[in-house]
């Protein structure tokens, strides 16, 4: 697997995941029934723009790939958050899956540019 590839990937994803956040919050919030955190949806749209600027400039540096795992992990707090307000709201479930699946092919990405840049962390 090309993990470097697969790095600058994120990057371009991450870039049009933050435009979108940014860009379209108000339209977020009302589909997550979280309309008070549309200042918060854009708040994340910019830490995913400046995250994917960094896998473009840098995309086999694990370090930076490692950061977007801390951000997945901040998503889902926020989401858990939107589902204990709205258990019924399918719109959150999704968000949810989609965050858990973006999470497994970061660390993914960031586990395989340890093994290739001889940075190992524990199994």
């Given at each position: 697997m090309e993990f470097k590839?697969?790095?600058?990937?994120?990057?371009?994803?991450?870039?049009?995941?933050g435009a979108a956040e940014l860009f379209g919050a108000k339209r977020i919030a009302r589909t997550l029934e979280a309309?008070?955190?549309?200042k918060l949806i854009r708040a994340f749209g910019v830490r995913?723009?400046?995250a994917g600027a960094g896998l473009l400039?840098?995309?086999a540096v694990a370090t930076n790939v490692w950061g977007?795992?801390?951000?997945d992990a901040l998503d889902?707090?926020?989401?858990?958050a939107a589902a204990?307000?709205?258990?019924?709201n399918r719109a959150?479930?999704?968000?949810?899956?989609?965050?858990?699946?973006?999470?497994?092919?970061?660390?993914?990405?960031?586990?395989?540019l340890d093994r290739t840049t001889g940075r190992m962390l524990p199994a």
């Open positions: 590839a697969l790095g600058l990937g994120l990057g371009v994803f991450l870039v049009a995941l309309e008070v955190s549309e995913e723009l400046v400039a840098a995309p977007r795992v801390a951000g889902l707090t926020a989401l858990g204990r307000a709205h258990p019924r959150v479930w999704g968000a949810i899956l989609f965050v858990l699946g973006a999470t497994a092919v970061d660390i993914y990405t960031a586990r395989g």
